[in-house]
């Protein structure tokens, strides 16, 4: 079994940042992708940002610029950095990993989710 655990979020202005983690444990072979989606009041889960185990990056086109994924391998950790916050960016953020088990089982895992909350 995989467990994501995320930390970071919280209530900032507009203009201000954050940083989000997530830590994966668990029965971990390797971590092939790691990403963050997030979802809105009434909006469905969409895709943030996403990292390959070879820091292959892919960001939506509403967070270019202002948002920054980075990974520790090491620690099985991925990181947030949300920058130029808007109000439109309050959501609840979700981290999310594909990870192959030690017994070869690979599998798509989520975190219990953190909101992030920017006032104008």
């Known amino acids: 079994q995989v467990q994501l655990v995320e930390s970071g979020g919280g209530l900032v202005q507009a203009g201000g940042s954050l940083r989000l983690s997530c830590a994966a444990s668990g029965s971990i072979f390797s971590i092939n992708v790691m990403g963050w989606y997030r979802q809105a009041p009434g909006k469905q889960r969409e895709l943030v940002v996403s990292i390959t185990s070879g820091d292959r990056t892919n960001y939506a086109d509403s967070v270019k610029g202002r948002f920054t994924i980075s990974r520790d391998n090491a620690k099985n950790t991925v990181y947030l950095q949300m920058s130029s916050l808007k109000p439109e960016d309050t959501a609840v953020y979700y981290c999310?990993?594909?990870?192959?088990?030690?017994?070869?089982?690979?599998?798509?895992?989520w975190g219990q989710g953190t909101q992030v909350t920017v006032s104008s």
């Open positions: 999310n990993a594909v990870v192959t088990s030690n017994i070869g089982y690979t599998g798509k895992y």
